[in-house]
C-alpha cells in the first residue's frame, strides 16, 4: 500500500504551513489528520478513478485488553498496521483514526475489497490461539467527491453499524436506505426546536384497563404525537429515536410531563375521576441530575399527588445503566412515585436482576412473546413472569393485548391490568376525558385491584379454578398458611360468603379470617393438619363446628387441597359443605330408629 506523495518518505508532512505528525507510532499507518489530506489529494488528483473508503473497528479490543494485557491488545493493533500496509494496492492510503478504528481509501474494486477482507482474515488466524478477534467492517463508495473525507469516514462508520454483530456479515455497505435514513433525521432535526415552540406536539392517552371489575379504566399511558403544520401526525417510532439519539428527548419528555400533569390538574376541576397516568422515561433523562426532585417539583406545582404521575422505563435502560438507575428509582420511590418497568420481555433483563431493582410493576409487552412463540411457548413464559412477579411483590400489567383470546388468557393466568388495542387504541386527550367521564370510574382504584395476593394460582387455567370461584352452588376457598401467620383467606367463590355469611369486597376477598366464629379447638385442628401438608399428603378432610349468634351450631365438612408449598407457606384450596341440616337428618333417622 502506498501512502501520498507528498509524504512519503518524510517523517512529518507539511500542509498549509503546518507540520503534521505523519504516521501513527503504534501502526506505522497514517494519523487521522494525514489521512484525511491525503485522501483530498488523491481525489484531486485522480479524477478519472471512482473510490471507496473502507472503516475497520475491532469488536470488543477492551476486553481482549481486559482479558489478556494491553501487550496483546497493542500487539493486534500493530498487526492490523502492517497487514494493511502490505495491502498491493497502487492508488491508496491507509490510516488509523483512533483506538481500533482503522480506514482504508483505494480505488473501487472488487480485488482491493478482496484484499483488505483476506488480509483481516489473516490477522484473526494468528491471534486465533490466543483470543477471538472479530472485526466489524462497512464500505462508503465514494458517490459525493467534495465531502469532507471526515463525513466519508462517518458515513462508512454507519455501514459498519450494519455489520456489527453479525458474524455472517463481513461488512456492510453504506446506501440509499441509510442515506434517507440520515436526510429525514437531518430534517427532523432541522424542525424539533420550532416544533416544541409551536405545541405542535401533543399528548395522547391509552386507557389501561382491569378485567377483574368489568373492564373499567383504571388510568392511562400518556403517548406522545407530532401534528406536523404540512405532513401530518407523525408517530413517536418516526422522531422519539432521533430525539435520544441527538439528546433532545429531555426537552420533549419535560414537556410531555408537565402537560400531562396540566391535564390532570385539568381533569380533577372538571371532577372527572382522578385516575393515574403513566409517562415514559427516557435512558437519557434518568441522567438528569436531581431527575426525582424536578419530578416531586412538577407534581407539587399542579397540586397531584405523586402516585398521579406513573413512571415507565424501558427495561433495556436497567441493562445500560443499573447502578444510576437503582439509585434514582429507589429516590422517586421515597418521594411516592410508582415505577413500572416498560417492555419487559424485550430480551435483554435477567430475572435474577428483578429482586434487585426498586420496580413496582412489570409492564409486560406481548409483542416480544408473541414474535418468539412458535410452540405456544409464550403462554407458558407469561404464565411464569405472572407468577415469579406476584412473588416478588410485584404487580404486572399486560401491553399489546390485541384480541379476545389474548384477554382471556391474561385473566386466566391472573393478569387483569391491560392495555391494548383489543380495549382501545391511543386516543387524543379529549377523547379519553369524555371516555372515564363515561365509565363512572372510582376514585384510584389501581394499587388495590393490583395487590390482589397470589391470584395467579386462583386463576390457574389448568385446573380451570375460573369454573370454582364463578358459582354459588360448591363453596370454594382459597387459602394461604403460614407458620408465621397461621391461616388467611386469600378469596372465597360466592359459595363460600353465602356459606359464612361474611360480606365479600370487590375482588372476592373478605381479608379477614376463615370462617370466622369456628371453634377455638377446631382452628387448632384445621392448622395442625394444613401445616402437614406436603406432596405426598396433598389433601385431606375435616369436619369443623361453628358456633353463631345465640349458640347456634354450624356443621362444615371442609375437604383441603395443597396447590404449592415452599419454605414459609403453604396455598390451598378448600371445598366447604355446611352439613347442619344433613347431620340434623340423620340424627332424626337414628331416633325414629
Ligand atoms: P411504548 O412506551 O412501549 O408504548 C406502547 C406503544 O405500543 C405505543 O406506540 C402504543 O400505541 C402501542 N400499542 C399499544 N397497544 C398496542 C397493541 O395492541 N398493538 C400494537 N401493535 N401496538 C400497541 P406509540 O404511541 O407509537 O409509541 C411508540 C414508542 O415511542 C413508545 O413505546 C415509547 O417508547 C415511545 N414514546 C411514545 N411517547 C413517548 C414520550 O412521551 N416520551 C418518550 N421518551 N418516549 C415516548
Ligand atoms: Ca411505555
Ligand atoms: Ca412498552
Redesign the pocket.
Known amino acids: 500500500m502506498q501512502i501520498c506523495d507528498s509524504c512519503r518518505f518524510r517523517k512529518n508532512c507539511e500542509v498549509g504551513g503546518f507540520v503534521l505528525n505523519r504516521v501513527d507510532p503504534l501502526t506505522g499507518l497514517l494519523t487521522k489528520k494525514c489521512f484525511y489530506l491525503s485522501v483530498r489529494n488523491l481525489l484531486d488528483t485522480h479524477t478519472a478513478i471512482s473510490f471507496e473508503l473502507f472503516r475497520i473497528n475491532v469488536e470488543r479490543l477492551n476486553i481482549i485488553n481486559e482479558l489478556f494485557g494491553e501487550i496483546t491488545g497493542d500487539k493486534l493493533l500493530q498487526e492490523i498496521g502492517s497487514a494493511l500496509q502490505q495491502l498491493s494496492i497502487p492508488v491508496g492510503v491507509a490510516g488509523r483514526l483512533y483506538a481500533d478504528n482503522f480506514v482504508v481509501f483505494y480505488p473501487a474494486q472488487k480485488q482491493y475489497r478482496l484484499g483488505i477482507t483476506e488480509a483481516l482474515r489473516q490477522v484473526r488466524n494468528s491471534f486465533s490461539h490466543l483470543c477471538t478477534v472479530q472485526f466489524a467492517c462497512g464500505i462508503y463508495h465514494i458517490t459525493k467527491r467534495r465531502l469532507p473525507v471526515s463525513c466519508m469516514c462517518d458515513r462508512a462508520n454507519l455501514a459498519l453499524k450494519r455489520a456489527k454483530g453479525n458474524y455472517l456479515l463481513e461488512y456492510g455497505e453504506y446506501d440509499e436506505e441509510i442515506h434517507s435514513r440520515i436526510l429525514h433525521e437531518q430534517s427532523i432535526i432541522g424542525m424539533m426546536d420550532q416544533a416544541l415552540q409551536e405545541k405542535q406536539f401533543e399528548v395522547w392517552m ?1 386507557p389501561k384497563y382491569d378485567t377483574a371489575t368489568g373492564d373499567r379504566i383504571i388510568g392511562a ?4 404525537r407530532w401534528r406536523h403544520p404540512e405532513k401530518g401526525l407523525i ?3 418516526n422522531f ?1 429515536p432521533v430525539f435520544e439519539r441527538n439528546g433532545f ?1 429531555l426537552k ?2 419535560f414537556y ?1 410531563w408537565e402537560r400531562t400533569c396540566q391535564l390532570l390538574e385539568e381533569w380533577r376541576k372538571r371532577g372527572l375521576p382522578m385516575l393515574p397516568v403513566s ?4 435512558r437519557l433523562d434518568i441522567d438528569y441530575p436531581d431527575l426525582a426532585s424536578f419530578l416531586y417539583d412538577l407534581v407539587q406545582k399542579y397540586q397531584l399527588k405523586p402516585e398521579m404521575l406513573q413512571l ?1 422505563i ?1 427495561e433495556s435502560a436497567y441493562r445500560d445503566n443499573a447502578q444510576q438507575i437503582i439509585v434514582v428509582t429507589r429516590k422517586l420511590q421515597q418521594l411516592g412515585f410508582t415505577i413500572l418497568m ?2 419487559f420481555g424485550s430480551g435483554y433483563s435477567s430475572l435474577n436482576m428483578l429482586k434487585d431493582v426498586p420496580v413496582d410493576i412489570l409492564k409486560l ?1 406481548l ?1 416480544f412473546l408473541k414474535s418468539k412463540d412458535q410452540s405456544g411457548r409464550g403462554g407458558n413464559i407469561l404464565n411464569s413472569v405472572v407468577r415469579m412477579a406476584k412473588w416478588l411483590n410485584m404487580s404486572v400489567i399486560a ?4 384480541t379476545l383470546e389474548e384477554s382471556d388468557f391474561l385473566r386466566n393466568i391472573g393478569c387483569h391490568i391491560v ?4 380495549y382501545s ?2 386516543v387524543p386527550a379529549e377523547e379519553y376525558a369524555k371516555m372515564i367521564a363515561a365509565s363512572g370510574t372510582k376514585e384510584d382504584p389501581m394499587p388495590e385491584c393490583l395487590n390482589i395476593e397470589d391470584m395467579n394460582d386462583i386463576w390457574n387455567p389448568y385446573v380451570q379454578y375460573s369454573i370454582l370461584f364463578n358459582n354459588k352452588v360448591c363453596a370454594v376457598a382459597m387459602v394461604k398458611y403460614s407458620a408465621q401467620n397461621g391461616l388467611s383467606l386469600l378469596r372465597g367463590n360466592d359459595g363460600y360468603f353465602l356459606l359464612s355469611g361474611e360480606v365479600a369486597d370487590d375482588n372476592g376477598t373478605s381479608g379477614k379470617l376463615l370462617l370466622p366464629q369456628m371453634l377455638e379447638e377446631d382452628r387448632e385442628r384445621l392448622r395442625c393438619m394444613l401445616a402437614n401438608f406436603d406432596a405426598d399428603h396433598p389433601e385431606e378432610s375435616v369436619l369443623l363446628v361453628r358456633c353463631l349468634h345465640a349458640g347456634t351450631l354450624q356443621w362444615i365438612s371442609v375437604q383441603a387441597f395443597l396447590i404449592l408449598k415452599d419454605t414459609w407457606r403453604s396455598l390451598l384450596y378448600l371445598f366447604l359443605r355446611d352439613i347442619t341440616g344433613l347431620r340434623e337428618k340423620i340424627k332424626y333417622n337414628q331416633e325414629l330408629a
Open positions: 391509552q399511558e400518556a403517548l406522545v408517530s413517536p417510532q422519539v428527548i420533549l419528555d410531555v409517562v415514559n422515561i427516557s415507565e424501558t416498560d417492555d409487552d409483542h401491553e399489546g393485548v390485541e392495555q391494548g388495542y383489543y387504541k391511543p
